[in-house]
């Protein structure tokens, strides 16, 4: 990977917000001599599913957290519906649900209190607040959890209440950083389902996932990230073409290896 610095180009022009839940303009950020993202270009479609791959250490968190307004890039521009999110980071993030990679909560309030308290941060009615907290701790299979400490939840449980404080106030754009890691295939199966009625419904999903087969089935919209640029993006049927997206991962990122060296692991 080159050393230099990333520098500010001029990016393709932004698409019409309407049209586009987030768009990524020439995002590009390092640390000391590594560059993590080199000025990505990126469109999510109003209203779609949206998958975000690549190996790890590819950038993926990196360009979430700075579209998001939790990082600040070193260049480029992020705009959710249409509002930079560094220049009106208060008006952005009301259009925005997140739930970021390694999520620290206040995990000395319980399961209720922990969604109660997001949902009053962001100036909602308290009626409303309540009524939308046991909804969410019904969905996602926490209600009998309500009052235990977040501390004492397991690592899928601290992901689906995390996942609930980033549903409480209904935004228009939801980004989720590995949201089934540890959870189990039946959450898992219910938190799609949220996700997809909220699809539906006209809100819009960027998941950032590992796991090919599981973008494959769940998302419409899928972009390939290695090294800090994106390699490919598109629907997932043209991005994968005639074969997997797990085959269309490999050929674009490399780096396969074989078991070359390893005969002494064979039994006969």
């Known amino acids: 990977m080159s050393s230099q610095p990333p520098q500010p180009s001029e990016p393709p022009p932004a698409r019409q917000p309407e049209a586009v839940a987030l768009s990524i303009r020439g995002l590009a950020k390092r640390f000391g001599s590594k560059i993590a993202v080199n000025g990505i270009n990126l469109d999510v479609p109003t209203g779609s599913f949206y998958g975000l791959v690549g190996p790890n250490g590819a950038g993926k968190t990196t360009t979430l957290s700075m579209a998001t307004g939790l990082l600040r890039p070193d260049f480029g521009q992020a705009l959710v519906h249409g509002v930079d999110v560094w220049k009106n980071p208060l008006q952005a993030k009301k259009l925005l649900g997140i739930l970021p990679d390694g999520v620290r909560l206040f995990d000395r309030l319980t399961g209720e209190q922990l969604v109660t308290y997001a949902g009053l ?29 977040v501390v004492d939840y397991s ?15 209904a935004p228009r754009l939801l980004v989720l950083d590995e949201p089934f890691e540890s959870v189990d295939p039946v959450s898992a199966a219910n938190i799609r389902d949220i996700l997809k009625s909220y699809v539906n419904s006209g809100g819009s999903v960027i998941v950032s996932s590992h796991v090919m087969d599981l973008v494959q089935r769940m998302c419409d919209h899928v972009a390939v990230i290695a090294a800090g640029t994106v390699l490919a993006a598109g629907t997932v049927d043209e991005v994968r073409g005639n074969g997997s997206l797990e085959d269309r991962f490999v050929e674009l990122v490399g780096g396969r290896s074989t078991a070359e060296g390893l005969s002494w692991l064979r039994n006969s």
């Not at 969410?136 to 400490?149: H, I, K, N, S, V």
């Not at 992901?159 to 609930?164: F, V």
Request: hydrophobic share 50%; proline share 0%.
């Open 121 to 149: 941060l962001r100036g909602m009615d308290r009626d409303v607040v309540s009524g939308r907290v046991q909804d969410l701790l019904r969905a996602l299979d926490l209600a009998g959890d309500a009052g235990t400490l």
């Open 155 to 169: 690592a899928g449980m601290t992901k689906k209440i995390a996942l609930a404080s980033a549903l409480i106030h």
